[in-house]
């Protein structure tokens, strides 16, 4: 039987160990694994076979597709969202014979970010707000906010919105706006942000 603890959903074939930090609202799935020392915000949602190890970071409202693995030094903001079996590493030359887990590298993916299915996120770098990697791409340095990357290496092809659609070309006001939501984005010194309505 699943077990409810609050708001907490935990599949009956979930492990969660003692000493984990888990916030209301969230749902983890079959065959997952929480390690202790792991911290999971409000409202995340860990798909099948999730595995969150000791020292990893979830913010709110994050969602975890079917088998992804987040180990030590990441760092995940709110409203993350992380397509199945992406991969997040936290070392960059690992070795069996050699232990690095001293020397955990950070990874950051910020708030609204989304990582695409089967894409790879090498440690030590970060995803800014609301980037989008593409599918199978294979990010090795950082990505800027409101940036879609693909390929690998992973490069920007254009900007998207909070919504995740890709950007037009700025009109004669040099705005781009969003063809979802309408809102507007500026592109100032090779920045994006969000216009906001006074």
Request: with cysteine; charged share 20%.
């Amino acid at each position: 039987m699943p077990v409810f603890d609050g708001s907490i959903f935990i599949h009956s074939t979930a492990v969660v160990d003692g000493g984990a930090l888990i916030g209301n609202g969230t749902r983890i799935w079959h065959f997952c694994h929480v390690m202790s020392g792991a911290r999971i915000g409000r409202e995340c949602m860990l798909g099948q076979g999730v595995f969150v190890a000791d020292g990893a970071i979830l913010g709110d409202r994050v969602r975890v597709q079917n088998n992804v693995s987040i180990y030590g030094g990441v760092e995940i903001e709110d409203q993350v969202f992380l397509g199945p079996s992406c991969v997040l590493t936290n070392v960059k030359n690992p070795r069996a014979e050699v232990s690095r887990r001293d020397r955990f590298e950070r990874t950051l993916l910020c708030h609204g970010a989304t990582i695409g299915a089967n894409a790879t996120i090498v440690c030590g770098v970060t995803v800014g707000r609301y980037a989008f990697v593409g599918a199978g791409a294979v990010v090795t340095h950082d990505v800027d906010d409101y940036a879609l990357v693909v390929g690998t290496p992973a490069r920007r092809v254009a900007w998207v919105s909070e919504r995740g659609c890709r950007l037009p070309e700025p009109d004669e006001d040099g705005v781009m706006r969003c063809p979802e939501s309408g809102e507007g984005y500026l592109l100032v010194d090779g920045q994006v942000s969000r216009m906001v309505m006074a």
